[in-house]
């Protein structure tokens, strides 16, 4: 589960507000951040493949309960970006002191990044069918992204939020948001965190197209391409060269719209050679921008993939398709590599050297150690309501720029007060917060789940099953 923010937005302030435009997890890095069992030889990734028991244990896995480690983790991270965000607000000489050591939102977000590489492919994997997939995604993320682009509208219409620079080309700005590849197309985020669900969008093209070709349990291949990538290619690839390019940011929106929506429709809808050809096809468009597009610098984009399949990774070693010790030690690779890639090429990108490349290196070790810590500790009681934070995660994600905007428009909220009302002030504001993502969990979210779910049962039951099309290689 988490926008784009100008690279301006590398320097330190207590006063910073979170910006939108994005050198984007570099901006995160700032004052503001921008965001919200055994088997045989030589599997897919090198390593043992499983047995058939282990197979079918991994189907039935991660989406037929709730596995509150994983839970824990998103309340975790959700209350870290919210706190990279408003405690620009209160408290301003401790984050500062947070900041000298780490960034919290670029780690919430790397955690999110992980978590959502290690639980969506087993999705796509148990229903073994792409419609179903993606019926799921539409109804999982599109509903609350919906009414959160509608309540910023709204917020901006009574003057409590900006609109942060999406009104100066507003055909380019809707055709970026549409299928929430807006980090991307090389226009601002409505919403400053927005610009992480744009590689969420990239992941679940890929996921797509590989799993057309039975290439999705190569993970660890995947990730250490993608991290290689980053080392490599990090200072190198441009950054929205197409959307600058002749063609300009609405015809590029408009071309990457067509063909994501058109290349899914048929991956969705048809079969056999179309269907992969289809999924193939958006997958190519969202690795050309990620590579030639992003607002990003290019070693950012390409983490983050590394860190989704690293993820994945852990998924596949953890329901014994592949060896636990060699995906360890392949984790721990890319991980290292991500960190290097950061600390190598932030010079050439970032002010404040130093500071930026300590809070990357510390930010990026300390996700994938909470990561690899809940994996370990995935078997032990979660408290109920770190569970309950992590099932609305997505909406404290979404919605708590929002609050901020509105609370930053009062008055009384940038006079100094004494610490004891600041720490009073935020508490307010996290009962408020979780108010509201109580509300639109309940109202919004879960609802439009359960309809998703319906909705593809009426479809299988109307069109008949498309599950089991992937293969494996030869």
């Not at 990026?364 to 569970?387: D, I, Y």
């Not at 997505?394 to 901020?404: A, D, E, G, N």
Request: proline fraction near 6%.
């Amino acid at each position: 589960m988490p926008d784009s923010l100008p690279h301006s937005a590398l320097a330190r302030s207590p006063e910073a507000k979170p910006a939108e435009g994005r050198g984007r997890l570099l901006a995160v890095i700032s004052t503001r951040p921008a965001a919200a069992a055994s088997g045989d030889p030589q599997a897919a990734d090198g390593v043992a493949r499983p047995a058939p028991q282990a197979v079918a244990a991994s189907r039935s896995a991660p989406s037929s309960r709730r596995l509150a480690w994983l839970d824990a983790l998103r309340g975790i991270a959700a209350l870290c970006v919210v706190y990279a965000h408003f405690s620009t607000h209160v408290l301003p000489q401790v984050h500062n002191a947070v900041y000298n050591v780490f960034d919290p939102g670029l780690y919430g977000v790397l955690v999110f990044f992980m978590i959502s590489g290690y639980i969506v492919p087993s999705s796509l994997e148990r229903k073994a069918s792409i419609r179903r997939f993606w019926i799921s995604r539409l109804f999982r993320l599109f509903p609350l992204f919906a009414f959160a682009v509608v309540a910023a509208l709204l917020l901006h219409d009574v003057g409590y939020a900006p609109l942060r620079g999406t009104q100066y080309n507003p055909a380019a700005s809707v055709l970026a948001h549409l299928f929430m590849l807006d980090d991307l197309l090389g226009g601002n985020n409505l919403i400053v965190v927005l610009w992480t669900l744009s590689y969420e969008m990239v992941f679940y093209l890929l996921l797509t197209a590989l799993f057309t070709v039975g290439l999705h349990k190569r993970s660890g291949r995947l990730a250490a391409i993608f991290a290689l990538g980053a080392v490599l290619l990090g200072g190198i690839l441009p950054t929205i060269w197409l959307s600058h390019s002749a063609l300009g940011l609405t015809r590029v929106a408009l071309i990457a719209d067509i063909l994501v929506l058109g290349g899914l429709s048929m991956a969705v809808a048809a079969r056999g050679l179309p269907r992969t050809l289809g999924a193939w096809l958006a997958a190519a468009t969202g690795l050309v921008l990620v590579t030639l597009n992003e607002r990003a610098n290019a070693f950012e984009g390409l983490t983050i993939l590394a860190l989704m399949f690293t993820g994945t990774l852990l998924y596949r070693a953890e329901q014994g398709q592949i060896s636990r010790r060699r995906a360890g030690v392949v984790a721990a690779g890319i991980v290292g590599a991500a960190i290097a890639a950061g600390a190598w090429h932030i010079p050439s990108v970032a002010g404040d050297t130093p500071l930026q490349q300590r809070e990357w290196v510390v930010s990026v070790a300390l996700a994938g150690l909470t990561f690899a810590l809940g994996l370990r500790l995935r078997n032990l009681p979660v408290p109920s309501a770190l569970a309950w934070l992590g099932l609305v995660s997505y909406s404290v994600y979404l919605l708590h720029p929002l609050l901020i905007d509105v609370y930053g428009s009062i008055p009384f909220a940038a006079e100094p007060h004494p610490a004891g009302l600041q720490v009073a002030l935020t508490a307010a504001f996290l009962a408020a917060l979780l108010a509201c993502c109580a509300l639109t969990y309940y109202l919004v979210e879960k609802p439009m789940q359960r309809l998703g779910r319906g909705i593809a049962a009426h479809l299988d039951a109307r069109l008949g099953s498309d599950r089991a099309e992937a293969r494996e290689p030869a």
